[in-house]
């Protein structure tokens, strides 16, 4: 990279879900047009470092004078890191390295005293005197990805902030990346069984965004694919009759870009359970009609739901499950995979397919307090073959060390 201009910084610094749209008129004043919170091969430092940064672009016709602005990472401290005297050209760029090194010299490149958490969190750039916020991830910025920066997409940049084809420092920002909204679908309910029909509203479209769905029974969920530009547009809340899977995602208007696709599964309490009463916690998975689960090899979508044994005579079904998430299941084991009784191997995903496995909670009556299980990967097994070996849930950690949980929590 060529060495910027005097008073010409680097920085990054995480970006706020809510960015608002970047003003775009004459004397709107600078703002945060772009920012690398997970920097692994971009740009370096003058140590050499791939530190994060931080884009500010001046839209107005005249100069800036940016001395006694400041960049925070933190909604309580607004003033925490304050410019020094750096001269804005008109419709100019300029970058500041999110790195902790706290340089403020604008004969060279400047560098905030923080950096910038890839997983998300607050991020502003402020007026002297600690005024309003012209510029505001609040409450914070999504998750970011490697290498990939986030900011309105064009140049000059305007509109919501996205995830962006390439990283642009110093210069207008590229086009959107194909999956570059950051924005996600809320579901007025959340995945869980029902005992009748409801309706189900979705949300989390910015400006300019809609929200594209599919849907399908439960028992044939396996085969549902994400939505794309040519899915149903959602315009009112979805009735949901019965067991359901959903896919919902949000969309550039055009339909040139999407956000993650979240699902949720609606499921249904038949009459013949709803007094059931257990003293062992419940584990129930839907695989999605995927088939039989048998010892064939084959990893099947299926969702999960946990129940914890409730008093006695109370029934289990009577509260919502602790845990509802979806995962991959497979028949696991060599002879014992023949037993009517099988081990299952259960790999999480959380709603938007990701690798994520949820703590498994799970209270039984030989353990009186509440445990929870935090996997280090996101696999865990199930076995209980026959009545000599009545095993639990174990995660397979590295070293062939397991995590378990006394007593059997499985019905078959």
């Not at 994400?226 to 550039?252: C, Q, R, W």
């Amino acid at each position: 990279m060529a060495k910027p201009t005097t008073g010409l910084g680097i920085s990054w610094v995480g970006a706020v879900l809510m960015l608002a749209t970047l003003p775009v008129t004459s004397r709107a004043g600078p703002v945060i047009s772009e920012f690398l919170a997970s920097n692994r091969a971009g740009i370096v430092d003058e140590d050499g470092d791939t530190s994060d940064w931080i884009e500010i672009h001046n839209p107005d016709p005249v100069s800036i004078s940016l001395g006694g602005w400041f960049l925070t990472d933190s909604p309580t401290n607004r003033m925490k890191w304050r410019f020094p005297e750096v001269i804005l050209p008109p419709r100019g760029y300029l970058l500041i390295f999110a790195s902790g090194k706290d340089r403020r010299d604008p004969t060279s490149r400047l560098h905030a005293d923080f950096s910038l958490d890839a997983e998300g969190e607050y991020l502003a750039l402020v007026p002297p005197e600690g005024g309003a916020p012209l510029t505001e991830f609040a409450p914070r910025f999504p998750p970011q990805r490697v290498d990939v920066s986030f900011g309105p997409a064009g140049s000059p940049p305007n509109g919501v902030a996205m995830y962006l084809e390439r990283p642009t420092p110093g210069a207008g920002n590229s086009a959107a990346h194909q999956n570059g909204i950051a924005q996600t679908v809320t579901f007025s309910r959340a995945a869980g069984p029902a005992t009748s029909a409801f309706s189900v509203t979705l949300t989390g479209a910015a400006p300019g965004q809609v929200i594209r769905y599919v849907l399908a029974p439960a028992g044939e969920g396996a085969g549902l694919r994400d939505p794309d530009a040519a899915a149903p547009l959602y315009s009112e809340p979805i009735m949901i009759n019965g067991p359901t899977l959903v896919k919902a995602a949000v969309f550039s208007m055009d339909g040139s870009s999407r956000g993650p696709a979240r699902a949720v599964h609606y499921s249904r309490i038949g009459a013949n359970l709803a007094g059931a009463t257990s003293g062992l916690p419940i584990l129930v998975i839907d695989s999605l009609g995927s088939g039989p689960l048998v010892k064939d090899g084959l990893e099947r979508p299926a969702w999960l739901s946990t129940y914890s044994p409730r008093p006695a005579g109370t029934p289990v079904f009577s509260n919502p499950p602790e845990l509802t998430s979806p995962l991959l299941i497979h028949v696991r084991g060599s002879s014992s995979a023949e037993f009517p009784k099988k081990s299952y191997s259960l790999s999480f995903t959380d709603q938007f397919g990701d690798g994520e496995a949820p703590a498994l909670v799970l209270r039984s009556e030989f353990h009186q307090q509440r445990l929870r299980l935090r996997p280090v990967q996101p696999a865990w097994t199930m076995g209980a073959p026959d009545e000599a070996r009545r095993t639990l849930p174990q995660h397979r950690r590295r070293g062939n060390r397991r995590g378990r949980l006394r007593g059997n929590p499985c019905h078959h």
